[in-house]
């Protein structure tokens, strides 16, 4: 994420604006998106969005971030239309890690069967290679 200090994640959970905070990124609540977006599509600068909303940008090491932040948004947007920003669903419906196998519990042709795909995968990488060689 932004590697930010312990006081720096207290004051942007302190703001209403923000819903939560993971190791990786900031969560904005789905209004502060929906009237963020309605303001940049109007023409407002993106870090005078975030700093009406009283969302301390110098915490944020890319200067880009809240440009990057609206972009994103405006993309989901058009993607999903109004009230896209509702519903996070991230993660619903995911089946998550495929379960390995358990290779003692196979069969000799089961394993067969697995190498030769292997194999074919393998050759497959091989041609493509060749050919962007040739290119």
Known sequence: MHNLSNYQKKKLLENP??????????????????????SYLAGENAKDIFL???IPIHYFNNSKYCQSCLKRWKIKFEKEGVGCFENDLRGIGSSGRPKSENLDELTYEELQAIVEVQRGVIQELKKKKALAKKK
């Open 52 to 54: 009406r909303a009283g």
């Open 17 to 38: 604006n923000v819903k939560k905070l993971t190791e990786k990124s900031v969560v904005y609540s789905s209004k502060f998106k929906q009237k963020a977006l309605e």
